[in-house]
T-cell receptor
């Protein structure tokens, strides 16, 4: 079934450690996104990529980095995790343009202790 | 600055009745709006969208209304079913960019 695969499903991480959340899509979508979901704050955009080779900052980019080496993969890296990065992280993709819906993965639940 | 606002964190509705979820926005340049539904432990799934050239879009039990002058949109679910119980997010792509801005969500509970 076509879609977005995120890994791991959940992770407990010690503060200060480095972590990469993986995201792969098989829909050949141009655009990809990383959101975090926090209670009372909804979904907030961390980083996005319009197409392979380009990335951009969202609403809450600090402490996170991304790369888009190819169309299918869009990993999110926490260089040195802090407790405030405890959240559920969702990867999404879209065909691109301003009128195509986002398709989401099932999320990664990250706890930073 | 919250550009997309959902002021009701939760809503309870009896099965078979109408559910109305509201969303307000501040950016008059938004020209496309989406609604997503999210179940626990799953990613959000796309439900319905509306372009700013329309004031209504219908898909089965789901209808979205757009009032551009009031910068307000609403999602109507008729009739509501227990399986509709979920968190609903409205969203809009920031004009000229690929950034989709989401509201904070409304948790709908449909009572059997």
């Amino acid at each position: 079934i076509a879609g977005i695969t995120q890994a791991p499903t959940s992770q407990i991480l010690a503060a200060g450690r480095r972590m990469t959340l993986r995201c792969t899509q098989d829909m050949r979508h141009n655009a990809m996104y990383w959101y975090r979901q926090d209670l009372g704050l909804g979904l907030r955009l961390i980083h996005y990529s319009n197409t392979a080779g380009t990335t951009g900052k969202g609403e809450v980019p600090d402490g996170y980095s991304v790369s888009r080496a190819n169309t299918d993969d869009f990993p999110l890296t926490l260089a040195s995790a802090v407790p405030s990065q405890t959240s559920v992280y969702f990867c999404a993709s879209s065909e691109g343009g301003g009128d195509s819906p986002l398709h989401f993965g099932n999320g990664t639940r990250l706890t930073v202790t | 600055d919250q550009q997309v606002k959902q002021n009701s964190p939760s809503l309870s509705v009896q099965e078979g009745r109408i559910s109305i979820l509201n969303c307000d926005y501040t950016n008059s340049m938004f020209d496309y709006f989406l609604w997503y539904k999210k179940y626990p432990a799953e990613g959000p799934t796309f439900l319905i969208s509306i372009s700013s050239i329309k004031d209504k879009n219908e898909d089965g039990r789901f209808t979205v209304f757009l009032n551009k002058s009031a910068k307000h949109l609403s999602l109507h679910i008729v009739p509501s079913q227990p399986g509709d119980s979920a968190v609903y997010f409205c969203a809009a792509p920031s004009s000229g960019t690929y950034k989709y801005i989401f509201g904070t969500g409304t948790r709908l509970k449909v009572l059997a």
